[in-house]
């Protein structure tokens, strides 16, 4: 079993920028992909970013390409995902996840395991 337990939102302005953190507890969590998701009011959860169990692999949605990055420090059993040149359509509770699959996922079907959520606001 797999707990995340996330930190790092917040109100942020226009251009700024906000790292989201995902502590993992359980024997597996170096060898999960872990993913971001977001979920804006009204509107489905949707794909942020993912990546492997070393970084080499990684996805992003098209969205944020080039202005978010996923990593993680299996050492410390946390990933991040790091968001710069924030806009207010970025605007949303962020959720981390980690799956079981042996690839990288960008479905939220393929995540067995989601942390509580944390709300990220910009404003313009």
């Known amino acids: 079993q797999v707990r995340l337990v996330q930190s790092g939102g917040g109100l942020v302005q226009d251009e700024d920028s906000l790292t989201l953190s995902c502590v993992a507890s359980?024997?597996?969590?170096?060898?999960?992909?872990m993913g971001w998701f977001r979920q804006a009011p009204g509107k489905d959860r949707e794909f942020v970013a993912a990546?492997?169990?070393?970084?080499?692999?990684?996805f992003y949605a098209t969205s944020v390409k080039g202005r978010f990055t996923i990593s993680r420090d299996n050492a410390k059993n946390t990933a991040y995902l790091q968001m710069n040149s924030l806009k207010p359509g970025d605007t949303a509770v962020y959720y981390c996840?980690?799956?079981?699959?042996?690839?990288?996922?960008?479905?939220?079907?393929?995540?067995?395991?989601w942390g509580q959520g944390t709300q990220v606001t910009v404003s313009s």
């Open positions: 359980g024997p597996t969590f170096s060898k999960n992909p």
């Open positions: 990546g492997n169990w070393n970084g080499d692999n990684t």
């Open positions: 996840a980690a799956s079981k699959a042996p690839w990288v996922p960008t479905s939220r079907y393929e995540y067995a395991y």
